[in-house]
């Protein structure tokens, strides 16, 4: 009968240690309680790039003459965000012929991507935590087995978030 009265005992502390703390207020007083919020902010970026629009082409223009433009690329980030940039292309990148098969348009790249990992920080990118690059384009000089028509291609710009969650 004892270790049933014992067990019955530490079955009501237990269950009492588990309930929602309360307070009591009586016929005319006034007590309060605190409602405790959390939450966990994971680290976020948003990568933004815009479009390059080289103008006409000529094979005939000398290096100084053809077309060149640059896009920017813009990477926002909570503060303390990690992440690395890499893009398609290479240095050196074909353009398609929209209608033609086989038929390519060379143009050099550049940018000023970073080589390794970036952080965002409240020092240096307050208040807009935004960091921005250029990736620049321009059309190879005396393209001359070029056909006549419009040309385009794509490169690919990827972000990766640096797992570096606080713990």
Do not use: W
């Not at 009591?24 to 605190?34: L, M, Y």
């Not at 479009?51 to 060149?68: E, K, M, Q, R, V």
């Not at 001359?144 to 710009?157: I, L, R």
Request: aromatic share 4%; proline share 4%.
């Amino acid at each position: 009968m004892r270790k049933m009265i014992a067990l019955i005992a530490a079955l009501s502390l237990s269950t009492a240690l588990a309930a929602p703390t309360g307070v009591v207020a009586t016929d005319g007083g006034t007590n309060t309680s605190d409602v405790v919020i959390t939450t966990t902010v994971l680290n976020s970026c948003i990568l933004t790039t815009e479009n390059i629009d080289l103008s006409d082409y000529t094979a005939t223009a000398d290096g100084a003459d053809t077309p060149s433009d640059s896009a920017t690329v813009t990477v926002q980030c909570n503060d303390g965000a990690s992440y690395t940039l890499s893009r398609t292309g290479g240095s050196s990148f074909d353009l398609d012929h929209d209608v033609l098969p086989g038929e390519t348009l060379t143009v050099s790249l550049s940018d000023t991507l970073p080589s390794g990992t970036e952080t965002i920080t409240d020092a240096a990118d307050a208040p807009t935590y935004t960091r921005s690059y250029t990736i620049t384009a321009d059309v190879d000089a005396g393209q001359f087995d070029a056909a006549a028509g419009d040309y385009s291609g794509t490169v690919t710009v990827t972000i990766d978030l640096v797992d570096g969650s606080p713990e």
